[in-house]
């Protein structure tokens, strides 16, 4: 049996581990990159994953990951864009910096009260049809059933809206991975990748937006922006917009 260490002393192993991995790198696999969305050059930390530690994940200034850096980009070459009310699903820090401002107004939303501006379940929203114009979220629908979130996203877009999705995706699968028989936290961990997740996308995700009545494009992260962002090469962003 694995002994578990107490968690103040797995924290400081998990502090010493990413510092490990930062030093014990070799001077040619050391990278700079910058930071769409605090301005930052230089390198960038690891950060434990799923299964590995990612070597060049977070921003050494403002700390956002990959998916954080891709979207920053994609909201920066589309500034000409028009936001209106904006609604924020399980609002990340670096997200809501993002955000804040763009926009008409801008409402944070969680599912526990306190948190977020609105409580809300993203599988049945309480909010009236047409509430807003732009919908952030992101890494939420790998949670939760999307069969029954997606409907509701586009029912509160107002038409003309776009819903900015993002979530973890196998894009060489064909058709997600999910198991009714898996139900613990550590099996959801083994077979999900995290103990509250509940599928891995496949590319069918494109079939599943698409049959909830939304007009889909992706928005994937270039080899050249993996270079000088520090993005996930193939990341995926998906537009989703109601006529």
Same mark, same amino acid.
């Given at each position: 049996?694995?002994?578990?260490p107490p968690?103040?002393?797995?924290?400081?192993l998990?502090?010493?581990?990413l510092?490990?991995?930062r030093?014990?790198?070799?001077?040619?696999?050391?990278?700079?990159?910058?930071?769409?969305?605090?301005g930052? #050059?230089?390198?960038?930390?690891? !950060?434990? +994953?799923?299964? $590995? *530690?990612r070597?060049?994940a977070?921003c050494a200034?403002?700390?956002?990951?990959?998916?954080?850096?891709?979207i920053g980009?994609?909201?920066r070459?589309?500034?000409?864009?028009t936001?209106g009310d904006?609604l924020?699903?399980?609002?990340?820090r670096?997200?809501r910096?993002l955000l804040?401002?763009?926009?008409s107004?801008?409402?944070?939303?969680?599912?526990?009260?306190?948190v977020?501006?609105?409580?809300?379940?993203?599988?049945?929203?309480d909010?009236p049809?047409?509430?807003?114009?732009?919908i952030?979220?992101?890494?939420v629908?790998e949670?939760?059933?999307d069969?029954?979130?997606?409907? #509701?996203l586009y029912r509160?877009? !107002?038409? +003309?809206?776009? $819903? *900015?999705l993002?979530?973890?995706?196998?894009?060489?699968?064909?058709?997600?991975y999910e198991n009714p028989d898996?139900k613990t936290?550590a099996?959801?961990?083994k077979h999900?990748?995290?103990?509250?997740?509940?599928?891995?996308f496949g590319?069918?995700?494109?079939?599943?937006?698409?049959a909830?009545g939304f007009?889909?494009?992706?928005i994937?992260?270039?080899?050249?922006?993996?270079v000088?962002?520090?993005?996930?090469r193939?990341?995926?962003?998906?537009?989703?917009e109601?006529?």
């Open positions: 049996m694995t002994m578990v968690p103040k002393l797995r924290k400081r998990r502090k010493l581990s510092k490990l991995a030093l014990g790198r070799e001077p040619s696999d050391r990278q700079d990159y910058t930071c769409p969305l605090c930052y #050059e230089g390198p960038f930390k690891p !950060r434990f +994953g799923t299964v $590995a *530690i070597l060049d977070a200034q403002c700390g956002a990951l990959e998916r954080h850096r891709h980009l994609w909201f070459d589309n500034a000409h864009r936001w904006i924020h699903f399980a609002p990340e670096q997200m910096k804040q401002g763009l926009g107004s801008y409402t944070t939303a969680e599912l526990l009260a306190g977020a501006d609105l409580a809300l379940n993203i599988e049945a929203i909010l049809d047409a509430s807003y114009d732009t952030m979220c992101n890494h629908l949670h939760v059933d069969a029954k979130a997606l409907p #509701e509160i877009l !107002r038409p +003309g809206g776009q $819903a *900015i993002t979530f973890p995706l196998i894009a060489s699968w064909p058709e997600s898996v936290e099996d959801r961990h999900f990748g995290q103990s509250d997740h509940v599928r891995y590319w069918d995700a494109t079939t599943r937006i698409a909830a007009k889909l494009t992706t994937v992260a270039t080899g050249q922006e993996a000088t962002y520090g993005v996930a193939g990341d995926v962003i998906f537009l989703c109601k006529g």
